[in-house]
């Protein structure tokens, strides 16, 4: 298991993306939509074959007969760092030994990328969202696909009040992703052509 990407969810993808851009001081890239679940992301390259992306409903889509992912149907206020996705080479392994609420395998597509990804039947992540989304790609993985801005990940910090038992269940060794005790909430730290920003 492995840092994949971060997602930051607004209101709207307009939102989402004004925020991820004011934070960083660099434009997002078009992405596209997620038919299954009614959303649409913009993207940002990272180095380190990281990305981000800015998520939200897409308002044209039809109406959904199940739960969005990322708990996206209660979110609500300023746009923020929502979750963080971690990729595994087989995701039924890596969910073996996680709590059934970590998600079940979904087979889920974007133009031709090809993916399974653990979703929540409910949309809600174990840890009041907090816990990693898990993704297994197949084929190829968008971030060679996007334009680098000269931004890396520094350091991602995951706070929850239980954070030393999220630590242990997930044994992630990841050097840029800390665990803290505290309410709950991400914060980003990224060198940037501007020099260290912080994205929340």
């Not at 996680?98 to 979703?119: E, Y």
Request: hydrophobic share 45%.
């Amino acid at each position: 298991m492995e840092l994949d990407h971060l997602a930051v969810a607004g209101e709207s993808l307009e939102a989402a993306a004004a925020h991820v851009e004011e934070a960083l001081g660099v434009p997002l890239q078009a992405g596209g939509s997620h038919a299954m679940f009614g959303t649409h992301n913009r993207l940002l390259g990272l180095a380190e074959g990281l990305y981000l992306e800015a998520i939200a409903v897409d308002p044209e889509a039809e109406p959904q007969q199940r739960p969005r992912w990322f708990d996206l149907d209660r979110f609500k206020g300023p746009p923020r760092i929502s979750n963080w996705i971690c990729r595994c080479g087989d995701l039924e392994a890596a969910l073996a030994g996680l709590p059934d609420a970590a998600g079940q395998p979904l087979a889920l597509s974007r133009g031709d990328l090809r993916w399974r990804m653990a979703v929540p039947k409910d949309g809600i992540l174990p840890f009041q969202n907090m816990f990693p989304a898990l993704i297994e790609w197949q084929g190829g993985h968008p971030a060679p696909r996007l334009t680098q801005r000269g931004c890396a990940l520094r350091r991602l910090v995951v706070a929850h009040p239980q954070a030393a038992a999220l630590c242990k269940m997930l044994g992630l060794r990841d050097g840029r992703v800390v665990f803290e005790a505290g309410r709950g909430g991400y914060e980003a730290e990224f060198d940037t052509p501007h020099g260290l920003r912080v994205l929340r």
